[in-house]
């Protein structure tokens, strides 16, 4: 059985920094397509990174350039480093594995149908003054 576990969410000032980790178990991060999702209160979720089992990313243009994310297939455990955050970051974050190419469109900007098999709990992300 999958499951993953993320931390790292909290409350930051415009500007500010987190590092969200999303820790899988019950298979292996090198092998999987993972993405990071968000979803604001009232707001549709959107796509914010999706990494491919090769290393390759694709980003949402709103966190190109200030999100980065990473993995540690020692660790099994997947990264979201979040710099220069503004309030519009906002939002409850999700990891999920066992995502389609699809995904990685979507978090492009693409409307269209996707998958990605599991998702994590969520955790909540705040960018405020």
């Known amino acids: 059985q999958v499951q993953l576990v993320e931390s790292g969410g909290g409350s930051v000032q415009p500007g500010g920094s987190l590092r969200l980790s999303c820790a899988v178990s019950g298979h292996t991060v090198s092998s999987y397509y993972m993405s990071w999702f968000r979803q604001a209160p009232g707001k549709k979720r959107e796509g914010v990174v999706f990494?491919?089992?090769?290393?390759?990313?694709t980003y949402a243009d709103s966190v190109k350039g200030r999100f980065t994310i990473s993995k540690d297939n020692a660790k099994n455990t997947l990264y979201l480093q979040m710099n220069s955050l503004k309030p519009e970051d906002t939002a409850m974050y999700y990891c999920?594995?066992?995502?389609?190419?699809?995904?990685?469109?979507?978090?492009?900007?693409?409307?269209?149908?996707?998958?990605?098999?599991?998702w994590g709990q969520g955790t909540q992300v705040t960018v405020s003054s």
């Open positions: 990494i491919d089992s090769a290393g390759r990313t």
């Open positions: 999920a594995v066992d995502c389609d190419r699809s995904a990685a469109r979507v978090v492009a900007g693409w409307n269209i149908q996707y998958r990605c098999t599991y």
